[in-house]
């Protein structure tokens, strides 16, 4: 009796946000958090979501950028999104809208949002350069740490993380430049 009682207790209960989207093997992998935020319909309530673990936000949390900067990565994500639309590349493709037969071939324009979306991150990569570019896209897009983006372009680690605090400085001016307002 007392076994199966150690059992029971021993073992990790998974919050039924998790259970509900059959998520466990990602949250318990470590590649989901929890997050408790205010909804946006109701100012009132707090809403329990599941979020992807982000590398800036673990940066954020160690000192290595500041909350501003973190808002910043956040902003530029939320514009990468826009601009992809329905597509999975930064460029759209005209292939899912055909294959949906919404439009024809000819006649293809993005969407108004997504053409705002596309200036404005023509303009930001336009401020920060090609190599801070990559830099970001790795972190923001591709959430790799410092330690892998060194072994990817073979360079030292301190320096690879002196980059990336330069990137973060330079999206920060770029964005703070262009006043690009993103809500959150």
């Known amino acids: 009796m007392k076994k199966s009682i150690k059992k029971r207790i021993n073992k990790k209960k998974l919050p039924f946000i998790v259970r509900k989207h059959h998520l466990e093997a990602q949250y318990n992998s470590g590649k989901l958090i929890i997050d408790v935020g205010i909804d946006p319909q109701n100012i009132n309530e707090k809403v329990t979501r599941l979020r992807?673990?982000?590398?800036?936000?673990?940066?954020?949390?160690?000192?290595?950028?500041?909350?501003?900067?973190?808002?910043?990565?956040?902003?530029?994500?939320?514009?990468?999104?826009?601009?992809?639309?329905?597509?999975?590349?930064?460029y759209a493709?005209?292939?899912?809208?055909?294959?949906?037969?919404?439009?024809?071939?000819?006649?293809?324009?993005?969407?108004?949002?997504?053409?705002?979306?596309?200036?404005?991150l023509l303009s930001i990569w336009q401020?920060?350069?090609r190599y801070h570019l990559d830099i970001l896209n790795m972190i923001i897009l591709g959430n790799m740490k410092c330690k892998e983006i060194s072994q990817l372009?073979?360079?030292?680690?301190?320096?690879?993380?002196?980059?990336?605090?330069?990137?973060?400085?330079?999206?920060?001016?770029a964005l703070e430049k262009n006043n690009f307002t993103i809500k959150l």
């Not at 673990?58 to 826009?82: D, H």
């Open 52 to 90: 992807r673990k982000c590398v800036y936000d673990e940066m954020m949390n160690r000192g290595s950028i500041s909350i501003t900067q973190r808002n910043c990565a956040e902003r530029y994500a939320i514009l990468c999104e826009k601009a992809f639309g329905q597509s999975s590349s930064i």
């Open 153 to 173: 372009l073979k360079l030292n680690l301190n320096y690879t993380m002196g980059q990336v605090l330069s990137a973060f400085i330079l999206l920060e001016e």
């Open 93 to 120: 493709r005209i292939s899912h809208w055909l294959k949906e037969g919404k439009i024809s071939g000819r006649n293809w324009e993005p969407i108004p949002s997504q053409h705002d979306a596309y200036s404005k």
């Open 127 to 129: 401020e920060i350069g």
